[in-house]
């Protein structure tokens, strides 16, 4: 029950690569999604991967994203094992939560946003702003 409910939610916003790089304590981040099926393009730049990976959905997709909470943890006991990142964030004053599972925690963070964002309300008018495009 949790994994369907909470776990890597893919849809309707996926997130199929991206690619961050660290400057002057800043990171630059640019990730290729899918949206409803049609592709695009967010880049943002933040104080970390996280915090750039919202700025650019806040300013792409015109939104009021917050991060409320953050946790991750490993789910092993060496570094080969997959991570796990738990995200609470604040939608249009609605705190909705998801979690995210990759053997990477960059990837485990960012597929938890997403999987926040497609379990909140948020994403069904997402999805009908972008077939309206």
């Known amino acids: 029950m949790f994994q369907q409910t909470y776990v890597n939610q893919q849809q309707p916003l996926t997130l199929l690569s991206y690619q961050l790089k660290r400057q002057d304590h800043q990171d630059q981040m640019t ?7 049609i592709s695009t393009v967010i880049s943002g730049q933040g104080q970390g ?16 994203i917050f991060l ?10 060496n ?10 964030l604040n939608i249009g004053g609605q705190r909705v939560c998801g979690v ?3 053997n990477d925690i960059v990837e485990a ?13 948020f ?10 495009a």
């Open 31 to 37: 990730a290729n999604m899918t949206i409803g099926g």
């Open 49 to 64: 991967a996280l915090d750039a990976l919202i700025i650019g959905l806040n300013k792409q997709l015109a939104t009021n």
């Open 68 to 77: 409320v909470d953050y946790n991750e943890h490993t789910l092993g006991c």
């Open 79 to 88: 570094e080969q094992a997959n991570a796990v990142a738990y995200i609470q």
């Open 100 to 102: 995210g599972i990759s």
């Open 109 to 121: 963070s960012f597929y938890g946003v997403l999987s926040t964002l497609n379990r909140a309300d």
């Open 123 to 132: 994403a069904g008018q997402l999805l009908a702003q972008v077939e309206s």
